[in-house]
């Protein structure tokens, strides 16, 4: 079965950190980019981050640049979104997708990818 299965999220105090994991089966991660995408309690969608096929380019959402850190192990077939300093509107579920990709580039954007995962609830409260 083809599928993106996210873990790490949590709860967690304000200031805290998490990293969150993005694992694939069933295919290899080398030829996707991809993006992590977040939803909060009765808000749309929002783009977090995206990584190259290759991990050579990174994007971040302007308001969360400097507390998120996207990264990608190939070998290990995962990708991870490092969080610190976590605020309380940071609370959402976190969704990775992949989407099939040479560019060298990645722009954050909510699709369209081809697999998503289940998503992982991130909870920030004191």
């Known amino acids: 079965q083809l599928q993106l299965v996210e873990s790490g999220g949590g709860l967690v105090q304000p200031g805290g950190s998490l990293r969150l994991s993005c694992a694939a089966s069933?295919?290899?991660?080398?030829?996707?980019?991809i993006g992590w995408v977040r939803q909060a309690p009765g808000k749309e969608r929002e783009g977090v981050s995206c990584i190259s096929s290759s991990g050579g380019s990174t994007n971040y959402a302007d308001s969360l640049k400097g507390r998120f850190t996207i990264s990608r192990d190939n070998a290990m077939n995962r990708v991870y979104l490092q969080i610190n300093t976590l605020k309380p509107e940071d609370t959402a579920v976190y969704y990775c997708?992949?989407?099939?990709?040479?560019?060298?580039?990645?722009?954050?954007?909510?699709?369209?990818?081809?697999?998503w995962g289940q998503g992982t609830q991130v909870t920030v409260s004191s």
């Open positions: 997708a992949a989407a099939y990709s040479f560019d060298s580039m990645c722009s954050i954007t909510l699709g369209p990818y081809d697999y």
């Open positions: 069933g295919f290899t991660l080398d030829y996707y980019a």
